[in-house]
């Protein structure tokens, strides 16, 4: 099994990542995802030589909330069933303005960002987060947080209607997707989304590789798939990290071990390692929730987040 973890690297500097990087070592951890700017992850780096982990870029791909680039490519983030682009009035959440995975200059945009981080010859891999549309359906447990009541997909949601999805599904379907009845329903509308995603995948899988390093994925569990519409058993990245946190479902840790189990049936030679929520797992039942993802299957786990994990749950992992 191994250990993975994702990290902010806001704020930290020589003295704070020798201390943290001493702590990742100690408790075995052989993957950290790192997110933060080019600056930041180089400055990480710079103090990661003595130590046996790797370190990935851990990027927010498809969301972006890059003032420059609203005010001069707003045609680049999508659209609701609504007609609303989320640049401009983003659903549930300030920062969800997402980019739309079918537009020309979004996938050149998204290939240019990655490859300028993959020049960074130190770094193991690009972690990609957010490679999905914006949920239409969120997790149950957390739809109360936003007053929702959510049991079938609403156009407010839905997307993504802008004028380079209609007219490349019309061209390949005959029909706008503005005019379908219950777009929910139309298979073929749906698997167009889950290739939009699938695509820039590619795309971006194909960049890491050229660069020699590790091409990864945070992904929903395999009952949120279609709800962010992502098919990620269909990627062929070198490892995928659910995000089962339980907690967000209202399940337990038997739910880990069944969605690992199931993650992984579907997988070919990609790895699979369970993400797990530490703010929802207390320290004395942390050696369990691991040991159910290695239950289930899992090739390792990966913690949520650095900053939520107290010196009870480092102790359990140092033991
Ligand atoms: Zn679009």
């Given amino acids: 099994m191994q250990y993975s973890i994702w990290m902010n690297s806001k704020n930290r500097y020589r003295d704070d990542w020798k201390k943290d990087f001493t702590k990742l070592q100690k408790a075995g951890i ?8 080019i600056e930041e992850i180089e400055n990480a780096l710079k103090f990661s030589d003595e130590f046996n982990h790797k370190i990935h870029t851990w990027i927010f791909t498809m969301i972006c909330n890059d003032e420059e680039i609203i005010k001069h490519h707003p045609d680049w983030f999508t659209v609701n069933g609504l007609g609303e682009r989320s640049c401009y009035k983003p659903q549930y959440v300030g920062y969800y303005k997402w980019l739309c995975p079918t537009h020309p200059e979004v996938q050149e945009y998204l290939q240019k960002r990655v490859e300028k981080l993959c020049e960074i010859s130190e770094l193991a891999g690009v972690h990609l987060d957010y490679i999905r549309y914006c949920d239409v ?11 929702l009541v959510q049991t079938r997909e609403e156009p407010q949601f839905d997307y993504c209607y802008c004028q380079h999805c ?18 929910s329903e139309n298979l073929k509308w749906m698997q167009f989304r889950y290739d939009s995603i699938s695509n820039i995948v590619r795309i971006l899988k194909d960049k890491i590789h050229h660069y020699n390093k590790k091409a990864t994925a945070a992904v929903f569990p395999t009952i949120m798939q279609k709800n962010v519409r992502q098919q990620w ?27 690992t189990r199931k993650g992984k049936s579907l997988l070919k030679s990609t790895k ?42 480092w102790e359990i992992l140092f033991s």
């Fill in 30 to 37: 052989s993957n950290v995802f790192l997110s933060g700017s």
């Fill in 137 to 147: 359906i969120l997790p149950k447990a957390l739809q109360p947080n936003y007053n």
């Fill in 166 to 183: 209609r007219t490349a599904f019309k061209k390949q379907n005959s029909i706008d997707p503005v005019d379908l009845v219950n777009p």
């Fill in 233 to 259: 058993h269909k990627w062929n990245l070198d490892a995928v990290y659910p995000m089962l946190y339980h907690s967000c479902y209202d399940e337990d840790f038997n739910w880990i071990e069944e969605e």
């Fill in 272 to 313: 699979l390692h369970s993400g797990l929520y530490i703010p929802a797992i207390k320290p004395d039942d942390l050696r369990l929730a691991i040991d159910t993802a290695r239950n289930g299957g899992a090739d390792g786990v990966s913690i949520f987040d650095f900053n939520s994990m107290k010196d009870e749950h």
